[in-house]
């Protein structure tokens, strides 16, 4: 920790490995544990979690994330990897959300309201790797937030 005064800032330079953990000899083409850079247990006294993880093949099993619904908010981002064309994710994932199916080709964010269903979520194909953040702004605990479905 540092700053000045009262207010102080914190760096994260180690995340904690939190969702799927459980699951990490069973995920593949993913990273599982997924990577948790914000959260309370990470940044005493912040109420924001966000976390993420690389997709680099197609992952199995297809869906591991299923339909699931948070409590709170959450910005689920996809991003691409080629400098290039940072717009192209280098994928197609089927979204499910609130009734609807997203087809996901392009880098992009979506805003999910806290208790709208979504889920599954599948990888229709992997060209490049890309990543899958997660981000609950008015929830720091990830046991609370249940990102993904999965819990500690």
Known sequence: MGGT??????????????????????????TTPTLTYISSLLMPGTNSYMEFGWI????TPNPHILEHVHEYDEYLVHIGSDPA????LGAEIEFHID???LLISKTSALYIPGGVKHGPVIWRRVDRP??????????GDMRKTGVGGYSV
């Open 56 to 59: 680099w093949e197609m992952p």
């Open 85 to 88: 064309d940072p717009e192209d």
């Open 130 to 139: 890309h990543i899958q953040m997660a981000i609950f702004p008015a929830q």
């Open 5 to 30: 005064g009262e207010r102080k800032f914190v760096f994260v330079d180690k995340p904690a490995r939190e969702v799927a953990a459980k699951l990490a000899d069973v995920i593949k083409g993913h």
């Open 99 to 101: 009734g609807q199916t």
